[in-house]
């Protein structure tokens, strides 16, 4: 899959710009805060139909503007796909598909598949049990609508049985009902992220040691209260204490990953080059995995990962992402070195572009003259 060109108006920073890609390589130069993250943002925008950073809606509409909108043409299956997002300040966003709007948003998810590497990945490391979920459901809702439709009902009867706990029902009938939809529910998606971490830990393991060398040892480990007993016998046990606490406290709404360097916690063994190459490896591997599940191949946005890396991670990280098999890729950084080293190995076409206070310039394209987009 590619994305041959996207149209950005009013998204943050970026006013207005009207991009061509290269099918393999585009890379993004310019200093911090001049609009980088924003047109790899917006791409991932045109998947997932919101920011990569988690921001409300209507915070990506740049500040003096009414409305914002993207549109992205990409080539997928060998058929032309037109993607368009919309939105009004106070109004909810449209999406639409060859011009046909989606009656859902998650009717979009999964048809372009793409993977971001982003420094807010340190909060896979750092944060709170929900990011490591986050990414768990993200890669596999993206090649298995079943999952993803699972996850979505399973999150609103948790919200209906806990509205029950805040307004004090008693009726044993009224929360077998809810229950016994949640127990389907995260029996179903507890199987399949055992599946997924069983089949996702040794990629995630080649490509940190094809980065870090193999004098280093990564596990993952998936933590859930289903590990332990069913969802019913959870909450059959916890129900009294759930009226006390005011909310649902055992299920896989509560499922974490143990993320481990050797027996140790990376969280509090992880040098900052080490947690940086853990989250890598973690986004790259999610790139093989989804490539596998969805029968296309995914975008791939690198957003400055080279920061906190040493001299020979930099270099193993070049030799990785120069590989064929990662197909398009759009990298950002700050200094055109590796960037120009990252061309220089790679076959093909590739288009190089400076940003500047949310302007985007064409400025280096395969054997291309210089030209402003």
Known sequence: MKLNSISILNYKNIAEAALSFSPKVNCLI???????TNILDAIYYLSFCKSSTNQTDSSVITHSADFMMLQGQYTRHDATEDVSMGMQRGKRKVARRNGKEYK?????????????????????IRGAG??????MDMIISQGDKE???????????VEQRNAMIKKEFRDPILYETVEHQMASLATYIHAERKRWIEAFEPIFMRYYNAIAGDGEVVRLSYKSHLNEATMQEHLAATR??????????????????????GEHSMRK?????????????????QFEFLKAHTASTPI??????????????????????????FGQIFITDTNRTHLDEIVRRVSGDFAMFNVENGVCTLINRSNQNSDAL
């Open 104 to 124: 859902r948003l998650s009717q979009h998810i999964g048809l372009l598949p793409l993977v971001m590497v982003s420094p807010s990945d340190w909060d896979l």
């Open 240 to 261: 009294e204490r759930d009226f006390i606490i005011g909310y649902t406290t055992r299920g896989v709404h509560r499922d974490d990953i143990e993320l481990l360097l």
């Open 30 to 36: 310019g200093n911090n805060g001049m609009g980088k």
């Open 130 to 135: 929900d990011e490591r979920r986050r990414l």
């Open 147 to 157: 999952y993803l439709n699972a996850i979505i009902g399973y999150a609103k009867a």
């Open 300 to 325: 791939l946005l690198l957003d400055d990962i080279f920061d906190k890396l040493d001299a020979k991670r930099v270099e193993s990280i070049i030799e990785v992402v120069s590989a064929d098999h």
């Open 269 to 285: 063994t992880g040098s900052q080059g080490q947690c940086k190459t853990y989250t890598i490896a973690l986004r790259l591997a």
